[in-house]
């Protein structure tokens, strides 16, 4: 199972970024799909989460500005972040529930000014 996360960088408070992460080597539809993050001296925390059927789940701190969407013909599981401020910058995992918890190699997502 391999599970490549992309789209991060560095953006300015307020504004957005769309992560991105491919997954293979699973049946991905019917895949639970996640994406976690992880600031520097804190635990990695649940973001944001999406059953096999479409059900979205969200941590408090993000709701009202992420988005979590899949696409099961590109295997795709997305993350739209608006209004971002510096609390979300970490490091950003993809995490794929198929029988087991499978975790992407992460994206580090920067927000300053």
């Known amino acids: 199972v391999q599970l490549q996360a992309s789209g991060g960088g560095l953006v300015q408070p307020g504004g957005s970024l769309r992560l991105s992460c491919k997954a293979s080597g699973l049946v991905f539809s019917r895949s639970a799909m996640a994406w976690y993050r992880q600031a520097p001296g804190n635990q990695r925390e649940l973001v944001a989460n999406?059953?096999?059927?479409?059900?979205?789940n969200y941590a408090d701190s993000v709701k009202g500005r992420f988005t979590i969407s899949r696409d099961n013909v590109r295997r795709l599981v997305y993350q739209q972040m608006n209004s971002l401020s510096p609390e979300d910058t970490a490091v950003y995992y993809c995490?794929?529930?198929?029988?087991?918890?499978?975790w992407g190699q992460g994206t580090l997502v920067t927000v300053s000014s």
């Open positions: 995490n794929a529930n198929w029988g087991r918890t499978f």
């Open positions: 999406i059953t096999n059927s479409g059900t979205t």
